[in-house]
């Protein structure tokens, strides 16, 4: 049996935290996988996240199941970061919460959920996306339809093509979209391109299906689940994958949910239900740690504020560095084309200039590396490095 498989090529995406790790330069600088790095270039366990870490495993009696939904306390503090606490979705009782192994497991149970249905099979995808995005979703048998979101050479968003494609979309098809933080571009919607979205949504009867795995780390905690939060109060049903991994630093944990946004409490029910079937056939249950120490860490006001100030301060500081790079890329070409950097949000933005043997000599050459498609992630870059990284880019793209 097992001589018929064949020799799979390694992700790319992690084959660049291989490549880092093994490279023994003092210079070396990371900009490919997608972690938060504080000055020391660490990527830190939060410290209202290591106390309520410490609580849980001073005070936790039992390691039993927990069932395929996950913690129930969990779910309720992640629908309210994510939804607000007042929002008329949850007032109305029309929403399903469940746990799951990460951003990742609910984009892929979400995926399963929506085949289930046997309404659609039809995905769209804006273009540029995450690459684990098409895998992910069209391993579980739903098929791709790509639009144009974002031009990665004049780094301008294509917001006339993308609503031309909605509105070719296949009747009752399902629409992903990037809540805040758009990975790997940094270029998100403003609020009327999303609202002219829903309407076109609204208007042809396309679910929207919202990735949100870096909520706080743009404009701030609210501000980057506003769009999200009027698709759920505009539209009649909205599929969102939540992750923990960034806003928490909960990585390895693998700590993520399913929040649907139903039309009526029955079905928001029978849509529960149906997820944990689902779970149950795939993964049984989800982990239990990470969720447990975000719900221990949301049950408590003074370590829910230390997080948030925490979170606060990693938001800061991205785009503090977003500021320094694009002005050394602006010293070092003379002219303004990576401004976008400034503007952009989340950890990522894409430069258009570095094609796959810009990235390679970029790394060969200067210890720097990016994600195969040009991404860099301005939380791995040090401060005292943006000059030297400006310049390693101009001699590879000039
Ligand atoms: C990234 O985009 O770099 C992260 O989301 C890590 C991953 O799993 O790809």
Same mark, same amino acid.
């Given at each position: 049996?097992?001589?018929?498989?064949?020799?799979?090529?390694?992700?790319?995406?992690?084959?660049?935290?291989?490549?880092?790790?093994?490279?023994?330069?003092?210079?070396?600088?990371?900009?490919?996988?997608?972690?938060?790095?504080?000055?020391?270039?660490?990527?830190?366990?939060?410290?209202?996240?290591?106390?309520?870490?410490?609580?849980?495993?001073?005070?936790?009696?039992?390691?039993?199941?927990?069932?395929?939904?996950?913690?129930?306390?969990?779910?309720?503090?992640?629908?309210?970061?994510?939804?607000?606490?007042?929002?008329?979705?949850?007032?109305?009782?029309?929403?399903?919460?469940?746990?799951?192994?990460?951003?990742?497991?609910?984009?892929?149970?979400?995926?399963?959920?929506?085949?289930?249905?046997?309404?659609?099979?039809?995905?769209?995808?804006?273009?540029?996306?995450?690459?684990?995005?098409?895998?992910?979703?069209?391993?579980?048998?739903?098929?791709?339809?790509?639009?144009?979101?974002?031009?990665?050479?004049?780094?301008?968003?294509?917001?006339? !093509?993308?609503?031309?494609?909605?509105?070719?979309?296949?009747?009752?098809?399902?629409?992903?979209?990037?809540?805040?933080?758009?990975?790997?571009?940094?270029?998100?919607?403003?609020?009327?391109?999303?609202?002219?979205?829903?309407?076109?949504?609204?208007?042809?009867? &396309?679910?929207?299906?919202?990735?949100?795995?870096?909520?706080?780390?743009?404009?701030?905690?609210?501000?980057?689940?506003?769009?999200?939060?009027?698709?759920?109060? !505009?539209?009649?049903?909205? &599929?969102?994958?939540?992750?923990?991994?960034?806003?928490?630093?909960?990585?390895?944990?693998?700590?993520?949910?399913?929040?649907?946004?139903?039309?009526?409490?029955?079905?928001?029910?029978?849509?529960?239900?149906?997820?944990?079937?689902?779970?149950?056939?795939?993964?049984?249950?989800?982990?239990?740690?990470?969720?447990?120490?975000?719900?221990?860490?949301?049950?408590?006001?003074?370590?829910?504020?230390?997080? $948030?100030?925490?979170?606060?301060?990693?938001?800061?500081?991205?785009?503090?560095?977003?500021?320094?790079?694009?002005? #050394?890329?602006?010293?070092?070409?003379?002219?303004?084309?990576?401004?976008?950097?400034?503007?952009?949000?989340?950890?990522?933005?894409?430069?258009?200039?570095?094609?796959?043997? #810009?990235?390679?000599?970029?790394? !060969?050459?200067?210890?720097?590396?990016?994600?195969?498609?040009?991404?860099?992630?301005?939380?791995?870059?040090?401060?005292?490095?943006?000059?030297?990284?400006?310049?390693?880019?101009? $001699?590879?793209?000039?």
């Amino acid at each position: 049996m097992l001589d018929r498989l064949s020799p799979q090529p390694p992700d790319a995406l992690l084959a660049v935290m291989t490549a880092f790790a093994n490279d023994h330069s003092p210079d070396k600088v990371d900009l490919g996988v997608g972690v938060y790095k504080d000055a020391a270039g660490v990527t830190p366990v939060m410290a209202a996240v290591k106390a309520a870490e410490a609580r849980l495993i001073a005070e936790q009696g039992s390691k039993s199941y927990v069932g395929p939904a996950g913690n129930r306390l969990f779910a309720t503090l992640v629908e309210q970061l994510t939804l607000g606490s007042d929002h008329p979705a949850l007032r109305e009782g029309r929403v399903a919460t469940l746990q799951t192994p990460g951003g990742c497991g609910a984009l892929r149970l979400i995926a399963d959920l929506i085949v289930k249905t046997g309404v659609t099979t039809d995905l769209l995808i804006g273009d540029p996306t995450w690459t684990n995005h098409h895998p992910l979703l069209t391993s579980a048998g739903l098929t791709a339809h790509r639009f144009a979101y974002y031009d990665t050479v004049t780094a301008q968003l294509q917001f006339d !093509r993308m609503v031309a494609a909605l509105e070719a979309a296949p009747e009752g098809g399902v629409v992903l979209l990037q809540g805040a933080c758009h990975n790997p571009t940094g270029a998100d919607l403003s609020l009327a391109q999303w609202s002219a979205v829903a309407d076109v949504l609204e208007r042809r009867g &396309l679910v929207p299906l919202v990735d949100q795995a870096y909520q706080g780390l743009g404009n701030g905690l609210d501000a980057d689940a506003a769009a999200l939060r009027m698709l759920a109060a !505009r539209l009649p049903e909205v &599929l969102i994958a939540v992750s923990c991994s960034k806003n928490f630093g909960l990585y390895r944990e693998r700590v993520g949910a399913i929040i649907v946004v139903a039309r009526t409490p029955a079905q928001a029910l029978t849509t529960f239900g149906t997820l944990q079937m689902l779970a149950r056939r795939m993964y049984s249950m989800p982990p239990d740690h990470g969720a447990a120490i975000v719900a221990t860490l949301g049950a408590d006001p003074a370590l829910l504020g230390i997080w $948030r100030a925490e979170l606060d301060g990693m938001r800061v500081r991205v785009n503090t560095l977003r500021t320094l790079l694009a002005a #050394a890329l602006a010293s070092e070409y003379g002219d303004r084309r990576f401004d976008h950097i400034a503007t952009q949000r989340g950890m990522f933005s894409i430069l258009g200039v570095l094609g796959l043997d #810009a990235v390679a000599r970029l790394a !060969r050459d200067a210890h720097v590396y990016t994600a195969p498609d040009g991404r860099i992630n301005l939380a791995g870059l040090p401060e005292a490095a943006a000059g030297r990284v400006a310049a390693a880019i101009r $001699r590879v793209a000039p």
